[in-house]
């Protein structure tokens, strides 16, 4: 493994950087771990996304004719470190340009491409992932919206749940059963999902962190086009892999957690806690796993360089930084000792809460995209070859 950058690797750090001072402004910058202000920031996001869309930088990796920049692995981790160093924000359209977008460039039609693909990127068309239901989580094949083919087109119905950014949505990225008889696997379809007809409505649910990020999705007699199935009408299963690849390869990187030790650092400075041995020995602990975790990555993108595709080893990846995410968020509320308990917002909490935001939000980490537990069997199945669990 060659961990030095290239002359030309060097060069484009450089870009990127450059490109970040003269368009990220300075009050748009997440400081330490972000999340706080997501829900508050719509605009903010939707008008970064285009920024980021007309620098060319949300495809990084595509190739040069399809409007990409070729841009290697190196490249793209790259790209991702100055971002977190900069506190970039997240972008509104994050689910449709970071997994519906590649699925559509690799299984979509010709059609699908030449319609969504670049209204995704633009962030003129803001996808929500409609997966889960109430009865299908981690058992995701036992979902039963259902889709009946009729007229010449498809009909849903039935419930979603826990769909992020569904109350701003455009459309839903949608499995729904198109053949009960098929054994579970097999008789799912993927839709693309006009949020704004008649039989859809959404309802947000408030977390504990007081926004309402996700919502249910209620489906009456939806009406979807044949043109707007990814794929045949039983592959869902497949194109619902597909995305999860995407995903887990793709959700954290070090440079966010290294910012985010080094605030931490800050904060127990700041309170005077600085010298204390139990919280001196946490925060080398978080410096420690966020180093742990820099060096696992290098291995991912070692492999990403050698043109293999993140494999069942993702799995460790995204159990590690959920779990770590946790401890450190756990460590900076206990530092504030009795703020620690102020709702983020009270005007005496310490940063405005948002650490205390950050602790919420942490639990969250270790059940979207996969839980914990389904990660450890993951693990333990196809990582270790142990027998599969009861
Ligand atoms: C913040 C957030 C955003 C989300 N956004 C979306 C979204 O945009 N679109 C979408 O479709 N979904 C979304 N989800 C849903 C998410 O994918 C599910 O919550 C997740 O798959 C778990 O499913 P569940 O909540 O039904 O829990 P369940 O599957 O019911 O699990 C309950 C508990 O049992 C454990 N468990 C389940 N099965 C096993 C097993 N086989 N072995 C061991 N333990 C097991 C789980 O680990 C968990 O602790 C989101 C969730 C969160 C928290």
């Excluded at 484009?12 to 950087?17: A, K, M, P, S, T």
């Excluded at 962030?123 to 259902?146: T, V, W």
């Excluded at 440079?255 to 700041?270: I, K, M, N, T, W």
């Excluded at 069942?312 to 620690?340: C, H, N």
Aim: net charge neutral; aromatic share 10%.
């Amino acid at each position: 493994m060659d961990l030095s950058y290239t002359a030309e690797e060097e060069a484009f750090r450089r870009e990127v950087q450059e490109w970040l001072a003269a368009n990220l402004p300075e009050e748009w910058r997440y400081r330490g771990v972000g999340g706080y202000r997501e829900e508050r920031d719509q605009d903010i996001q939707r008008e970064w996304q285009r920024r980021l869309h007309r620098g060319g930088w949300l495809q990084l990796g595509w190739p040069r004719e399809r409007g990409g920049r070729g841009a290697t692995p190196v490249m793209q981790a790259i790209y991702a470190e100055e971002m977190a160093k900069a506190g970039a924000p997240p972008i509104l359209g994050r689910l449709g340009v970071t997994l519906l977008a590649p699925l559509l460039s690799v299984y979509g039609s010709e059609w699908q491409q030449r319609t969504y693909l670049d209204r995704i990127l633009s962030g003129d068309l803001i996808f929500c992932q409609g997966f889960s239901e109430p009865n299908a989580g981690s058992d995701l094949a036992g979902l039963q919206s259902r889709a009946e083919r009729r007229d010449g087109h498809w009909v849903l119905s039935g419930q979603k749940t826990w769909s992020s950014g569904a109350h701003y949505a455009d459309r839903s990225f949608l499995l729904a059963r198109t053949d009960p008889s098929a054994p579970p696997h097999r008789g799912i379809g993927m839709f693309l999902v006009d949020m704004h007809q008649p039989g859809v409505e959404v309802r947000p649910i408030v977390q504990m962190t007081g926004s309402g990020e996700f919502c249910e999705i209620f489906l009456s007699e939806a009406r979807v086009e044949d043109r707007d199935l990814v794929g045949g009408p039983t592959d869902g299963w497949r194109m619902a892999m597909a995305t999860f690849g995407f995903e887990r390869g793709g959700l954290a990187n070090a440079a966010r957690f290294e910012r985010a030790v080094s605030a931490l650092a800050d904060l127990a400075r700041d309170r005077g806690v600085g010298a204390d041995p139990l919280v001196r020995q946490r925060v080398a602990q978080a410096r420690i796993e966020s180093h742990v975790f820099r060096v696992n990555d290098l291995r991912s993108l070692t492999r990403a360089q050698q043109g293999q595709v993140p494999g069942p080893e993702a799995s460790l990846t995204k159990l590690f930084w959920s779990e770590m995410d946790k401890r450190l968020q756990e460590t900076a509320v206990a530092i504030q000792g009795m703020y620690g308990a102020l709702a983020p917002g009270s005007p005496w909490a310490v940063e405005e809460g948002r650490w205390q935001y950050g602790w919420y939000w942490a639990q969250a980490e270790t059940i979207y995209a996969g839980s914990s537990e389904i990660q450890r069997n993951i693990i333990a199945e196809r990582v270790l070859g142990l027998p599969r669990g009861r």
